[in-house]
């Protein structure tokens, strides 16, 4: 009888562990990973505190730098992101708040969300993303600036 037990309890074990493996992957996913080389790019990294204008970001937001390329950039408190509104759930848009945006400078003082370099057929050329701002976002940020700060 107690041979007919091992398996039992065997199976039992690799059973929970097998669920304790699937919550782990469901808390793991919500974890938001900045994408690198959108940031190798980006000429600004700014927290902006972006509001909703119909279901849409406002392209006009309070911003602070947490680095800039050109030392000028490092005072802006404001700037008018053409192409945020174009920013839905699917870029990172989930309603008012703050956000980690990597910024790129146009002509004319104008600027735009850097899109995510072309790596892979798979991702669009012209994929843009905002990240909400969350002490993990925070880390991970500066990380990157610190290492921006090296070079």
């Known amino acids: 009888m107690s041979r007919a037990k091992f398996p039992l309890i065997f199976s039992a074990c690799l ?44 392209p006009d937001v309070a911003i602070r730098v947490l680095w800039a390329q050109d030392k000028a950039d490092e005072t802006l408190k404001e700037m008018t992101i053409a ?16 956000y980690l945006i990597p910024v790129l400078k146009l002509r004319n003082r104008s600027f735009a969300v850097a899109a995510v370099p072309q790596l892979d057929a798979k991702i669009p050329a012209d994929d843009r993303r905002i990240y909400p701002w969350t002490p993990d976002v925070q880390k991970q940020v500066e990380e990157l600036v610190a290492a921006k700060n090296r070079e």
Not at 15 to 25: D, I, Y
Not at 83 to 92: F, N, R, S
């Open 15 to 58: 059973f929970a562990a097998w669920l304790g493996f699937l919550l782990f992957l469901v808390i793991e996913s919500r974890t938001v990973v900045l994408s690198k080389p959108q940031f190798l790019i980006a000429q600004l990294y700014v927290v902006a505190e972006v509001k909703d204008d119909r279901g849409k970001p406002s």
């Open 83 to 98: 192409d945020l509104p174009e920013c839905g759930k699917k870029q990172g848009y989930h309603g008012p708040g703050s």
